[in-house]
């Protein structure tokens, strides 16, 4: 777990600005944290729970040895309500829940506060509900929202946050140290840490059979879209659909599709920057020779634009087959 002081040297403009508000007694009712994995969305909502409730804070710092800080370490103190999603959402039953447990007396004095991780999964009745609480707000309650996709919470709601955008780890620092000290291999830790920039996460993902068999079906996936499109369609079907069943797998594959066609795009653009599938590039060249960009900037649009059906629900077998059927033209239009 990153403790509260190391994020302080992690993301040193996002706590001195929290530092500063606590400091003057401007603290809004909303913020949102945004910022990719491994970013410290967590341990910054830790970090400033802890700066608003601690009786010893200074300098913009919690002492973080007192009574209040050791309970939000250890996340058991009743001032402080943690929200997740239940399933792939977070749904209405839950932000009511909060909000009647927050309008409940019996409390401890002082600030409540109430942290919403993953913030993107309210579903639209969940989050209808929240919106209405934060047009309302009464007394001494803070929200803390942490998304790493602001662009999925509704306006309505960001309008009312104040947002705070957290800076990404150098992604070839965490690369380099996968494979120095985690054994990881270069292909590997370069895929990895597209999707998770925190080294420990980087490297629990290396470790998962599971990502390692979504990273060759993708690959395979790429490949198959040269051959005809009954052959792609039963791919879907035989081995893309078993593999990626639930939401939150969907959005990770098409998250490893879209790196796919991003490293094409920048083999063939002569770029410097280093591959998501290093392993790869010889193959890549081989079709980046053949693709236009003008195509290569298609198909990286209809993975966009698959990723935000996914966020509407739409069925995603479906979404998949209209994505192959897009990608399809990409790839043998010259």
């Not at 999964?121 to 803390?144: D, Q, Y």
């Not at 990286?300 to 739409?314: G, H, T, W």
Request: glycine share 6%; aromatic share 6%; with cysteine.
């Amino acid at each position: 777990m990153e403790t509260e002081y190391s994020i302080l040297a992690r993301q040193p403009k996002a706590t001195s600005l929290l530092g500063g508000s606590a400091a003057s007694g401007r603290v809004a009712h909303a913020y949102l944290f945004e910022g990719v994995k491994g970013a410290g969305k967590e341990a910054l909502a830790r970090f400033f729970t802890q700066l608003l409730l601690c009786p010893e804070s200074a300098g913009g710092k919690p002492c973080g040895v007192c009574r209040n800080c050791r309970r939000i370490r250890e996340d058991n103190h009743p001032n402080v309500t943690q929200i997740r999603p239940d399933g792939q959402d977070i749904k209405k039953g839950q932000i009511s829940d909060l909000i009647y447990k927050l309008n409940k007396t019996g409390i401890e004095d002082g600030r409540k506060i109430y942290i919403l991780h993953q913030a993107d999964r309210m579903n639209i009745a969940a989050a209808n509900t929240l919106l209405k609480f934060l047009e309302e707000p009464e007394g001494e309650v803070t929200a803390l929202l942490l998304t790493d996709r602001s662009s999925a919470i509704l306006p309505t709601i960001r309008s009312r946050c104040q947002e705070i955008h957290l800076q990404p780890p150098p992604r070839e620092a965490v690369l380099e140290q996968l494979v120095a000290e985690g054994g990881v291999t270069r292909s590997m830790a370069s895929t990895v840490t597209m999707i998770n920039a925190d080294p420990d996460g980087a490297l629990a993902l290396a470790s998962d059979e599971q990502f390692g068999q979504a990273r060759k079906t993708v690959i395979k996936l790429v490949e198959a879209s040269d051959k005809s499109i009954q052959e792609v369609l039963l791919f879907i079907q035989t081995d893309w659909g078993p593999l990626f069943k639930e939401k939150d797998e969907t959005e990770l594959g098409l998250d490893l599709l879209l790196f796919a066609y991003r490293d094409i795009s920048a083999v063939k653009a002569g770029l410097s920057t280093s591959l998501a599938y290093p392993d790869n590039r010889a193959r890549w060249e081989e079709m980046a020779l053949r693709l236009t960009f003008g195509r290569l900037a298609s198909i990286l649009e209809a993975i966009l634009k698959a990723k935000r059906n996914l966020q509407s629900n739409m069925n995603r077998t479906l979404l998949m087959e209209q994505l192959v059927l897009n990608m399809q033209e990409g790839q043998h239009a010259l």
